[in-house]
């Protein structure tokens, strides 16, 4: 019966790996129980643009936190924007990264009268009276972005908390910020293999990479939850969903997470 000890040894593994970091009750205060406009309180039909200053001021008008994009252009200014290439939202097929921040101004947002706004300007007009949510994208400038946002944030008096998809970016802020609450995005593997290998795609879809980052939230996308991140869940992280909707559900699940990530309708 020596076998035994085996599938005792790879549970214990298992949780090892998912565990989650633990905040306490002051961190998370500002940001329980909240609801957070996706990429500001933007209109669908782009008329007032995602990710633009229009955005943010509704949000923080109608009293909701956000949730928003960060990435570095090419002079090394923080621009909030979220897609990896500009095409959808400016009709250019190149990245942030290959523009100039004034070279950007010269772009409509969504063919408006908006730009791309500085990450400063938005913090600027939320001055800490709501939460915000700031997911660091991934790309070759990575460890820059960590550590221009990470010194923006610093600067900053309101709450404001990070999380990305890469596991990378999230351990970054482990070391280097450790008292900023931070958590790890994640979906079902369906989801991320169209961009990931599947092996990896599962991978994150478990959180079988919390072991080198400790997340204090995950920030789940709506739907089913795997084992594992209900385990996390319930061994002290908390549950952030994302992107909710359908306004009749929004009670039920703001009474089923600590926070909401919302768009399309106002709570």
């Not at 970016?169 to 995005?185: I, S």
Request: proline content about 7%.
């Amino acid at each position: 019966m020596g076998w035994i000890w085996i599938p005792a040894a790879l549970g214990a593994l298992w949780l090892f790996l998912i565990a989650p970091g633990r905040a306490g009750k002051a961190a998370r205060a500002p940001f329980e129980g909240r609801a957070y406009a996706h990429r500001g309180l933007y209109e669908l039909d782009q008329s007032v643009p995602e990710n633009s200053l229009p955005a943010f001021r509704r949000a923080v008008e109608h009293g909701y936190g956000a949730e928003l994009d960060v990435q570095l252009t090419k002079d090394q200014q923080i621009v909030v924007f979220h897609d990896d290439s500009m095409l959808r939202a400016c009709g250019v097929e190149k990245a942030i990264r290959d523009f100039t921040y004034a070279e950007l101004q010269q772009i409509p947002l969504f063919k408006t009268e908006q730009r791309i706004p500085l990450f400063s300007e938005v913090l600027q007009i939320f001055d800490g009276r709501q939460p915000l949510i700031v997911e660091l994208k991934y790309g070759p400038d990575a460890p820059a972005l960590c550590e221009a946002t990470r010194a923006m944030l610093a600067g900053y008096a309101g709450p404001a908390c990070v999380e990305s998809f890469h596991p990378a970016m999230v351990r970054w802020f482990k070391k280097h910020d450790p008292q900023r609450l931070r958590g790890q995005l994640s979906e079902a593997a369906c989801f991320s293999k169209k961009t990931l290998p599947l092996p990896l795609a599962f991978m994150m879809s478990r959180l079988l990479t919390n072991c080198l980052t400790r997340p204090q939230f995950i920030a789940y996308r709506v739907g089913p939850k795997p084992l594992s991140v209900r385990i996390a869940e319930g061994m002290g992280a908390m549950k952030v969903l994302w992107t909710a909707r359908e306004p009749e559900r929004h009670a039920a699940r703001m009474g089923q997470n600590h926070a909401v990530i919302f768009e399309g309708y106002r709570p």
